[in-house]
């Protein structure tokens, strides 16, 4: 049973910074999506085994995925937060890369685990 535990979630003002963890039972391919209601879930970053990062263009500039690979921990670090932020952010993970990114945009094409989710909430 795959375990993806995320973290880090809260309450800011615009402008602020958070930092999500999400620790794996095992080492996968992992990114991270956000929900918020009445919307699809939508990519927000992701990175590749070689280092290599994508961000979803809404977020491009302000925000940094990186990767604990000892750890099997995907942290996001979320700086000049927007109210537009706001929503629960999830982990998720797989076997392999079933991520996609066209034109700034990050597509879930079947990643097989998810965490619970961790709310981030944005005030402005």
């Known amino acids: 049973q795959v375990q993806l535990v995320e973290s880090g979630g809260g309450s800011v003002q615009a402008g602020g910074s958070l930092r999500l963890s999400c620790t794996a039972s095992?080492?996968?391919?992992m990114a991270w999506f956000r929900q918020t209601a009445g919307k699809e879930r939508e990519g927000v970053a992701a990175?590749?085994?070689?280092?290599?990062?994508h961000y979803a263009d809404s977020v491009k500039g302000r925000f940094t995925v990186s990767k604990d690979n000892a750890k099997n921990t995907l942290y996001l670090q979320m700086n000049s937060l927007k109210p537009e932020d706001t929503a629960i952010y999830y982990c998720?993970?797989?076997?392999?890369?079933?991520?996609?990114?066209?034109?700034?945009?990050?597509?879930?094409?079947?990643?097989?685990?998810w965490g619970k989710g961790t709310l981030v909430t944005i005030s402005s």
């Open positions: 095992g080492s996968y391919y």
């Open positions: 998720a993970a797989d076997e392999v890369k079933n991520l996609g990114v066209v034109a700034g945009v990050l597509y879930d094409y079947g990643m097989d685990y």
């Open positions: 990175i590749d085994s070689d280092g290599t990062t």
